[in-house]
């Protein structure tokens, strides 16, 4: 069983800048698809961005230049990188996994009932 650990998050003022990180263990497969997703108050859950275990990555259009996600295999983690945040990034933002190829691994494709594994969340609040 994939497991999920995410850490980083914090209240931070908007222009400023965070580190997410997800400690993932037990991930078996040869081919995965990971993902950062955040959630709203009162909203449901929306991917932002992805990364193939091939090394393709995409972004959300509501993060591109401000997020960078990346993975350290040797460490396990997987991490989001997020600058110039603002007040509407606030969220509780989870790492997921699947297994599916990369062409599954894309903006269109983040949905999640498509991820079987998922870490508890992380808070990030943005103030104004």
């Known amino acids: 069983q994939v497991q999920l650990v995410e850490s980083g998050g914090v209240s931070v003022q908007a222009g400023g800048s965070l580190r997410l990180s997800c400690a993932a263990s037990?991930?078996?497969?040869?081919?995965?698809?990971m993902a950062w997703f955040l959630q709203a108050p009162g909203k449901g859950r929306e991917g932002v961005a992805s990364?193939?275990?091939?090394?393709?990555?995409t972004y959300a259009d509501s993060v591109k230049g401000r997020f960078t996600i990346s993975q350290d295999n040797a460490k396990n983690t997987l991490s989001l990188e997020m600058n110039s945040l603002k007040p509407e990034d606030t969220a509780m933002y989870y790492c997921?996994?699947?297994?599916?190829?990369?062409?599954?691994?894309?903006?269109?494709?983040?949905?999640?009932?498509?991820?079987?594994?998922w870490g508890q969340g992380t808070q990030v609040t943005v103030s104004s």
């Open positions: 997921a996994a699947n297994s599916r190829p990369s062409t599954y691994c894309t903006p269109g494709y983040l949905w999640p009932p498509f991820f079987p594994y």
């Open positions: 037990r991930v078996t497969y040869s081919s995965y698809c």
């Open positions: 990364i193939h275990s091939d090394g393709s990555k």
